[in-house]
């Protein structure tokens, strides 16, 4: 079966990084569509970057912060995360092309 597991999850600074990882398993990763979305406390679920066929994108809110990648030998997702502010604090989750999910991880960005 489809399995998404992120890490790298943790409590940073404001202006620090972090790289986020998604290991991908039970699908054909390297066709497949991928997407980070995030979810802070009392808002909704949103897209962050995604990473197909077509390219890359970035909501602008992480646009020249956030940089999405794969590797496809791996089937691993990462998002490497630069600069951040507090509110970027949130759960950040790996999604597979329409509707697989992986359980999350926290990202406190916090002084």
């Known amino acids: 079966q489809v399995q998404l597991v992120e890490s790298g999850g943790g409590l940073v600074q404001p202006g620090g990084s972090l790289r986020l990882s998604c290991a991908a398993s039970?699908?054909?990763?390297?066709?497949?569509?991928m997407s980070w979305y995030r979810q802070a406390p009392g808002k909704e679920r949103e897209l962050v970057a995604t990473n197909n066929w077509t390219g890359t994108n970035y909501a602008d809110t992480v646009k020249g912060r956030f940089t999405i990648s794969r590797d496809n030998a791996k089937s691993t997702l990462y998002l490497e995360m630069s600069n951040l502010r507090p509110e970027d604090t949130a759960v950040y989750y790996c999604?597979?092309?329409?509707?697989?999910w992986g359980q999350g991880t926290q990202v406190t960005v916090s002084s």
């Open positions: 039970g699908f054909a990763f390297r066709s497949s569509a």
């Open positions: 999604k597979a092309g329409s509707n697989a």
